[in-house]
């Protein structure tokens, strides 16, 4: 009797052991995710995260967690530094939009290109009425720019010489405004919500010509400490999902005069 009791007992055991186990592997992953401001991209809206990348990033969460158990535990707008440092020292940790370049290659697991990324010369509506073939044709020209931008530097190796440093984007506007230079480079894709919070008239502005070198795509990123599974399943969803259309949907979704971008732009005034 003794000796069926503890067979009993043996099988209970390994019955709630097995429960135990299929329970703990169905627990979700949990899955940071840290970004900064940058319209339309990924923006914050009444304390809430919208944008196209910013829903893109979820959508293919949601479609990884069908393969892999899997969800958004937080979306954090936080300081470039304190982001990177967070996803390089963190597992199951991802960052959106960054530049691929070969001295980050190694240190990122690379997910997919989830933005276009253009940079292009803008001059006052008034100002030179040029139409250069490329940027190397504006040498003679001035310009304003951030101090030890990528474009201050670029601009610089390329043998430009007449560059007004500025420490703020705001104060190269306020200079090509005044005529005080030519020229002055912008961020397309976020040009007109910049206008716009800088206080002046998109309108304004005419873009010339891009900057080729600095015109690339923005992956979205985890750090080596991720696992191959949580990586790959990202990645199958990714593809298919951008394969699908959705991205190129919630792009055309998030156009200025969209709801959720105007509601973003009257916070901003």
Same mark, same amino acid.
């Given at each position: !009797? %003794? ?7 043996? $099988? ?14 169905? #627990?979700? $992953? ?9 319209? &339309? *991209? ?7 995260? @919208? ?10 969460? @949601? ?6 158990? !899997? ?17 390089? @020292?963190?597992?199951?940790? *991802? ?6 370049? &070969? ?17 292009? $010369? /803008? ?8 139409? &250069? ?20 530097? !670029? ?5 430009? %010489? ?22 002055? &480079?912008?961020? %397309?894709?976020? /040009?007109? /919500? ?37 990586? #790959?399943? *990202? ?5 298919? *999902? ?17 709801? $959720? ?9």
């Amino acid at each position: !009797m %003794t000796r069926q009791s503890g067979k009993f007992g043996n $099988i209970a055991i390994g019955w709630i052991a097995l429960v135990w186990g299929t329970a703990s592997l169905a #627990e979700p $992953i949990q899955l940071d995710l840290y970004t900064q401001e940058f319209p &339309p *991209l990924q923006v914050q809206v009444d304390q809430q995260a @919208e944008g196209y990348v910013v829903k893109f990033v979820e959508a293919v969460v @949601e479609h990884a967690s069908q393969s892999l158990p !899997m969800e958004v535990a937080n979306v954090h707008f936080a300081p470039w530094k304190r982001a990177i440092r967070n996803t390089q @020292e963190n597992e199951n940790t *991802l960052f959106f939009s960054l530049s691929r370049t &070969p001295s980050r290659e190694l240190e990122y697991q690379w997910i997919g290109p989830v933005s276009p990324y253009e940079v292009a $010369i /803008y001059r006052h509506f008034d100002g030179p009425n040029v139409s &250069p073939n490329s940027f190397q044709d504006l040498k003679n020209f001035s310009f304003a720019a951030q101090t030890a931008s990528n474009f201050e530097e !670029m601009a610089r190796e390329e043998g430009f %010489t007449n560059i007004i440093p500025v420490n703020y984007g705001k104060v190269a506007i306020k200079l090509l405004r005044a005529h005080r230079v030519d020229f002055a &480079p912008l961020v %397309t894709s976020s /040009y007109h /919500y910049r206008m716009e919070q800088y206080g002046y008239d998109p309108k304004e502005f005419v873009e010339v010509v891009k900057v080729d070198k600095l015109c690339k795509e923005l992956w979205l990123v985890t750090g080596n400490k991720t696992s191959q599974q949580v990586v #790959e399943a *990202l990645r199958d969803s990714f593809d298919e *999902l951008k394969n699908q259309g959705r991205l190129a949907d919630l792009m055309q979704q998030y156009q200025p005069d969209s709801e $959720i971008m105007v509601r973003y732009r009257n916070a901003m005034k």
